[in-house]
């Protein structure tokens, strides 16, 4: 019988350092490329060193792609490193951002502020904070419930149930819509990364800034965890209260990107997956990699969202005519899914 | 110094209790290996002393503080607990598995991207103590059920811990690898560790442990040198009837099925 071959890790600095250099190249292209060319170069100078007035062309073009571009890095940093927790603390490689219902829930706030724009609070940011609102009340209620389930699958129970339940109350919100608000709801379902200013990605650093720190003190859990909850605990790691803690931790790093962006697919599935194999389940090194391929894959996938109807315009005028861009959670989605089965017949 | 139950009762919230009025010290040098029917209430009884278990009544001392009063960090530089079953939810190499068990012993900052150096030779030292140095690179799912047993037992032992409890740690294991396991536990005891073992296997039990412990129906029925308690009532007693005894001159008598 011949022995298995050993299994190779990268080195971790060596990675990360490849994945950093990856995120930079992605997103000059991300400054560089859209529906009108550009001088990239020329235009971040400018908007970085200029009064407003004495911008050109290029300059206003890069003011916008600049925040969107952040608003990308950060929105797939963040769902994929929340991907990976909850991966992990669910112990379920199918676990995503998502599996315990906090886009659901969010979904529902951006739906009723649609269908109610009296509910939303337009001085508070309109249905984005609804969303952002709704989605930290599941969590709170998802960490609620599952405090007082005495079974060990209390945390993913809750989780799923609620998951079920903001989706039924959304579909009423939606029974409720006209024809008008349904097509806003749809596009939000289908994510976008529109961001005006950079004050759209400032405003989701405190989440993120909380939910990382969270993280930080207990990244070390993480690894135990995934390895065996019991023998976790004998190790001294406290699991309800770490649990918990990460749960929360992904629910402030998810609630703040969906509410802005939407509930952008795959990102959180793909990417812990396809980094695991090479670093293993230690999180100190497993976490920042996802966050800079996360970053990278969704700045990519928009720039492809931005170019490709101009494209396929040249070939089907009629149906790519009207549109400017593909919204980006549908790009995710179909390079995701192949990707992802890729992966699967790979190791199967 | 002393890892010590006193008047054990625990159960699992369901009323009937699991253990019941339980008393047993494991002192320092000593190997005591625990035996009795399925659902007696042995893993039950290792939890508690681990510290994952609270006990509904009485106490856990370890070396004379209660156990529930000390950190879990600090517990577990002093308790090595492996569980019956260990299922890791993705692929671990054994290094890393090893590794999380050399962290506890203090090998390795608290934010580090790859095991360091220090790190790396504790793992080593503890993968060579059960034979496994040449398992290192593997993925702790391909190997054999007693590949795997080992590679568990050495990282409960990369967290040098002073108390050890193992539940079942020669479960499919070969007959070799077995008595191996066990001498090596033999040897722990001579270097001052304790260890508390869980097995099915009286006649392991016997040749190598100082002393038998027979947990029956929730109680410590016996408890003493193994020639004590290898009486041919207590067993048929606790274990039914398929069973005898054969005497060996100057040990203890072999349990054989009838």
Not at chain 1, 136 to 153: F, G, K, P, Y
Not at chain 1, 277 to 306: K, M
Not at chain 2, 89 to 113: D, I, K, N
Not at chain 2, 139 to 156: I, K, M, P, W
Request: hydrophobic residues 55%; charged residues 20%; glycine residues 10%.
């Amino acid at each position: 019988m011949s022995a298995p071959a050993p299994q190779t890790r990268l080195r971790p600095a060596l990675l990360l350092g490849l994945l950093a250099a990856a995120g930079l190249a992605a997103a000059a292209l991300g400054l560089a490329l859209g529906s009108e060319p550009v001088r990239a170069w020329q235009g971040l100078v400018e908007v970085l060193g200029r009064e407003r007035a004495q911008w050109t062309e290029d300059g206003r073009i890069l003011a916008l792609r600049l925040p969107r571009v952040a608003l990308a890095w950060l929105t797939g940093a963040a769902l994929a490193v929340a991907g990976a927790v909850l991966q992990t603390l669910l112990r379920n490689g199918l676990a995503t951002p998502f599996t315990l219902g906090v886009a659901a829930a969010s979904s529902f706030g951006a739906f009723l502020g649609i269908a109610f724009p009296a509910f939303a609070l337009p001085w508070l940011g309109g249905e984005r904070s609804l969303a952002l609102g709704a989605a930290l009340l599941e969590t709170w209620l998802v960490l609620a419930v599952a405090r007082r389930s005495a079974r060990a699958d209390g945390l993913l129970l809750a989780g799923v149930t609620l998951n079920f339940l903001f989706g039924a109350a959304t579909l009423f919100v939606r029974y409720l819509a006209d024809p008008y608000d349904l097509a806003r709801m749809d596009r939000w379902l289908l994510g976008s990364l529109d961001a005006t200013s950079l004050a759209t990605p400032a405003s989701l650093l405190p989440w993120l800034g909380a939910g990382l720190l969270l993280l930080l003190f207990r990244v070390r859990d993480l690894d135990d965890l995934a390895f065996d909850p019991e023998l976790a605990a004998a190790r001294g790691v406290r699991v309800e209260t770490s649990r918990r803690l990460l749960l929360l931790a992904t629910a402030l790093l998810t609630a703040g990107v969906v509410a802005h962006a939407g509930p952008i697919a795959f990102v959180g599935l793909l990417v812990p997956h396809a980094l695991r194999p090479f670093l293993g389940l230690r999180h100190a090194a497993l976490l920042p990699a996802c966050a800079l391929l996360g970053g990278a894959f969704l700045i990519l996938a928009d720039v492809l969202a931005r170019t490709l109807p101009a494209l396929l315009a040249g070939l089907l005028p009629e149906a790519f005519g009207r549109s400017s861009e593909l919204p980006v959670g549908l790009v995710t989605a179909l390079i995701g899914g192949p990707f992802f089965l890729a992966l699967l017949l790979r190791r199967g | 110094m002393a890892l010590a139950a006193e008047n054990l009762r625990a159960d699992y919230g369901e009323g009937s209790p699991v253990l019941e009025g339980v008393d047993l010290a494991l002192e320092p040098g000593r190997f005591l290996a625990l035996a009795g029917p399925n659902g007696a209430g042995k893993s039950t009884l290792l939890r508690c002393l681990a510290g994952l278990h609270l006990p509904q009544a009485g106490r856990v001392l370890l070396d004379g503080r209660p156990l529930a009063a000390i950190p879990p960090r600090r517990r577990a530089r002093i308790l090595g607990y492996l569980p019956q079953e260990v299922g890791p939810a993705f692929p671990f190499t054994v290094a890393e598995a090893v590794a999380l068990g050399a962290r506890v012993a203090g090998h390795g900052r608290w934010f580090e991207t790859r095991p360091g150096r220090e790190c790396r030779e504790a793992v080593r030292r503890a993968l060579e103590q059960v034979d496994a140095l040449d398992l290192e690179e593997r993925l702790l799912g391909e190997l054999s059920g007693g590949e795997r047993r080992r590679v568990l037992v050495a990282s409960v032992l990369a967290q040098e811990p002073r108390y050890l409890l193992l539940d079942e740690p020669a479960a499919m294991l070969d007959l070799h690898h077995q008595a191996w396991l066990f001498s090596l536990f033999r040897r722990f005891c001579r270097e001052g560790l304790a260890v508390l073992c869980v097995t099915h296997d009286l006649n392991l039990a016997a040749t190598f442990a100082d002393e038998i412990l027979i947990l029956d129906r929730h109680i410590l029925r016996a408890r003493g040198a193994p020639a004590e308690v290898l009486r041919e009532e207590l067993l048929h007693e606790v274990f039914g009837e398929r069973l005898e005894l054969l005497p060996r001159p100057g040990r203890a008598p072999a349990v054989l099925p009838r």
